[in-house]
C-alpha cells in the first residue's frame, strides 16, 4: 500500500466516510505523502550545489515508469530532468 492510502484512511472517518480535517490540509498532506513516496523510489529528488537550478528544487532522477502498477497508472514519463517547481 502506498504512503498517500495509509494517510487517507488515517485522515478518514470510518462510520462516515467523511474527511476529520479540512481538504485543503487533506490535499497538502496527500501531495507530500506522493512525494515521499517518489522519493522513496529514486524517481525525484531535491536539487543540491552541482545539480541545475536553484537548490532545494523538485528534480526528476528517474523519468521511468515506476515499477508498481498504481504508480504506473497515474505517472507519465518525464523527458528532462530539469526543475519543476519552485524551492519551498
Avoid: F, Y
Avoid at 58 to 71: E, F, G, H, K, Q
Wanted: net charge negative; glycine share 10%; aromatic share 2%.
Amino acid at each position: 500500500m502506498l504512503i498517500a492510502e495509509d494517510l487517507l484512511l488515517l485522515l478518514t472517518d470510518d462510520a462516515s466516510g467523511r474527511l476529520l480535517v479540512p481538504g485543503d490540509q487533506a490535499d497538502a498532506a496527500l501531495g507530500g505523502a506522493n512525494l515521499v513516496e517518489l522519493t522513496l523510489l529514486g524517481k525525484v529528488d531535491l536539487s543540491g550545489p552541482g545539480d541545475t537550478g536553484k537548490p532545494g528544487s523538485i528534480l526528476v532522477r528517474d523519468p521511468s515508469p515506476p515499477a508498481t502498477t498504481c504508480w504506473a497508472r497515474h505517472c507519465r514519463p518525464c523527458s528532462s530532468t530539469r526543475a519543476v517547481s519552485r524551492p519551498l
